[in-house]
């Protein structure tokens, strides 16, 4: 049974930082595409960040310079370091993971940004 659990969301001040852990179970955590999604109160779920299993990475505009995805396959976790941090980047965010057809979605870990 995979299992994707997140932690390390909370409340923080803006301009303070966070790390975001994503915890793998029961995939190759090695061979698949992992994501950060986000999901703000009345919106959409955006895509915030990808690193593919060859650690290439692509984010979304609106955090470039900001965040930062990584991942310990030895670990099988998935970070986000964010930093910087503004009032939107409040959000519920989601861990997934992607190989071929197959998609896994963590249950999310909830960061609230005060002004």
């Known amino acids: 049974q995979v299992q994707l659990v997140e932690s390390g969301g909370e409340l923080v001040q803006s301009g303070g930082s966070l790390r975001l852990s994503c915890a793998a179970s029961?995939?190759?955590?090695?061979?698949?595409?992992m994501s950060w999604y986000r999901q703000a109160p009345g919106k959409e779920r955006e895509l915030v960040a990808t690193i593919d299993s060859g650690g290439s990475t692509n984010y979304v505009d609106s955090v470039k310079g900001r965040f930062t995805i990584s991942r310990d396959n030895a670990k099988m976790t998935l970070y986000l370091q964010m930093n910087s941090l503004k009032p939107e980047d409040t959000a519920l965010y989601y861990c997934?993971?992607?190989?071929?057809?197959?998609?896994?979605w963590g249950q999310g870990t909830q960061v609230t940004v005060s002004s």
């Open positions: 029961g995939l190759i955590f090695r061979l698949y595409s």
């Open positions: 997934n993971a992607l190989y071929v057809s197959l998609k896994y």
